[in-house]
T-cell receptor, first 114, second 114 residues
Framework: DAGVTQSPTHLIKTRGQHVTLRCSPISGHKSVSWYQQVLGQGPQFIFQYYEKEERGRGNFPDRFSARQFPNYSSELNVNALLLGDSALYLC?????????????FGEGSWLTVV | AQSVTQLDSQVPVFEEAPVELRCNYSSSVSVYLFWYVQYPNQGLQLLLKYLSGSTLVKGINGFEAEFNKSQTSFHLRKPSVHISDTAEYFCAVSERESWGKLQFGAGTQVVVTP
C-alpha cells in the first residue's frame, strides 16, 4: 500500500503569492494533520482534520487554512506568503483520531519563498 | 500547555558504540510519548511510542526508550549504532485528549563515524 503522499515535492514562490499543498493519506485513514518544519527546528502543528472537520489548530495566522475532502485527502493553503513561510510542510495521517493509532508522515513539500 | 526539551542538539558517536538521546517533557495532563527519526531529505518515521503499561518500550532498528514519570523523561537508547543510524531524531508528546496533535522537540542530530 502507498504511504502518505504529498505534492508538489518542491516549489518556489514569491512573497505575497498564494500556495496550495496537497496530501493523500494512507488508504482507509480518516485523520490528517499538517506540520511546518523550519530548517533546523522540530515540526510545528498547524491543523488536524478528521472526517472533514477541523479538530485542532496550532498557533498560526489566518493566512493558513486547510480543508479535507470526502475522499479524506487534504489541502493546505497559505496566502500572502512571507519569507518566513519557507519550510518543509509535512502531512501525517492516522486511521482515526483515537489514541493508539500510529501516525504516519509523508515526505513533505519543500516551500521556498523568495 | 506542554513542552518538549531535547537536551543535546548534536551527538557524535563511533560505529558500534552505544548512544543515548535525552528528552524531557512538561505537561499538566497525561501524555503519550514518541520518538521519530528523520533521514536527510525525508519525512518522519516512527521509532517507538509509549501509550501505557511497561515503561520500557522497544522500537524498530534496535532502539528502545524508557518512560520515567517522576523525572518526566523519555530517553532513547541503542546499544550499538551503525553508520545508517546517522539522522535527526525527534522526541514528541501528545496530550491524551488530543491524539494526532504532536508537540515536537527541536531534534538531536546523531552523526555516526567509523
Amino acid at each position: 500500500d502507498a504511504g502518505v503522499t504529498q505534492s508538489p515535492t518542491h516549489l518556489i514562490k514569491t512573497r505575497g503569492q498564494h500556495v496550495t499543498l496537497r496530501c493523500s493519506p494512507i488508504s482507509g485513514h480518516k485523520s490528517v494533520s499538517w506540520y511546518q518544519q523550519v530548517l533546523g527546528q522540530g515540526p510545528q502543528f498547524i491543523f488536524q482534520y478528521y472526517e472533514k472537520e477541523e479538530r485542532g489548530r496550532g498557533n498560526f495566522p489566518d493566512r493558513f487554512s486547510a480543508r479535507q475532502f470526502p475522499n479524506y485527502s487534504s489541502e493546505l493553503n497559505v496566502n500572502a506568503l512571507l519569507l518566513g513561510d519557507s519550510a518543509l510542510y509535512l502531512c501525517a495521517s492516522s486511521l482515526t483520531d483515537s489514541s493508539g493509532n500510529t501516525i504516519y508522515f509523508g515526505e513533505g513539500s519543500w516551500l521556498t519563498v523568495v | 500547555a506542554q513542552s518538549v526539551t531535547q537536551l543535546d542538539s548534536q551527538v557524535p558517536v563511533f560505529e558500534e558504540a552505544p548512544v543515548e538521546l535525552r528528552c524531557n517533557y512538561s505537561s499538566s495532563v497525561s501524555v503519550y510519548l514518541f520518538w521519530y527519526v528523520q533521514y536527510p531529505n525525508q519525512g518522519l518515521q516512527l521509532l517507538l511510542k509509549y501509550l501505557s503499561g511497561s515503561t520500557l518500550v522497544k522500537g524498530i532498528n534496535g532502539f528502545e526508550a524508557e518512560f520515567n514519570k517522576s523525572q518526566t523523561s523519555f530517553h532513547l537508547r541503542k546499544p550499538s549504532v551503525h553508520i545508517s543510524d546517522t539522522a535527526e531524531y525527534f522526541c514528541a508528546v501528545s496530550e491524551r485528549e488530543s491524539w494526532g496533535k504532536l508537540q515536537f522537540g527541536a531534534g538531536t542530530q546523531v552523526v555516526v563515524t567509523p
